[in-house]
Nanobody, 125 residues
């Protein structure tokens, strides 16, 4: 079992920055990638970004490319989401997730077996 915990959400003004943290613990040997998603009420959970531990290869959703950066360290099982130039459209609950098997793409929710509880990010105008 893998336990995922994210933190770092909060309130920020438009144009500001915020960094989220996430740590995977437990039986993490099978985890090959960590991802970030976000969700607002009534909408589908949206892919934000992900990173494979092998080679630290990263991929991003179109709406955040150039503004958000995923980084992390496989040894500690920690991944970060650095968010810059935030807009009110970035307001959402942000979720961190761990992927074990490569059956789907990293931008697909189904690829991730373990999810954190979510952390709220609110961007004021």
């Amino acid at each position: 079992q893998v336990h995922v915990v994210e933190s770092g959400g909060g309130l920020v003004q438009a144009g500001g920055s915020l960094t989220l943290s996430c740590t995977a613990s437990g039986s993490t040997l099978s985890v090959y990638a960590m991802g970030w998603f976000r969700q607002t009420p009534g909408k589908v959970r949206e892919f934000v970004g992900a990173m494979r531990w092998s080679g630290y290869i990263k991929t991003y959703g179109d709406s955040v490319k150039g503004r958000f950066t995923v980084s992390g360290d496989s040894a500690s099982g920690t991944v970060y989401l650095q968010m810059n130039n935030l807009t009110p459209d970035d307001t959402a609950v942000y979720y961190c997730a761990a992927a074990e098997s490569s059956r789907f793409k990293l931008n697909e929710r189904e690829e991730y077996a373990y999810w954190g509880q979510g952390t709220q990010v609110t961007v004021s105008p």
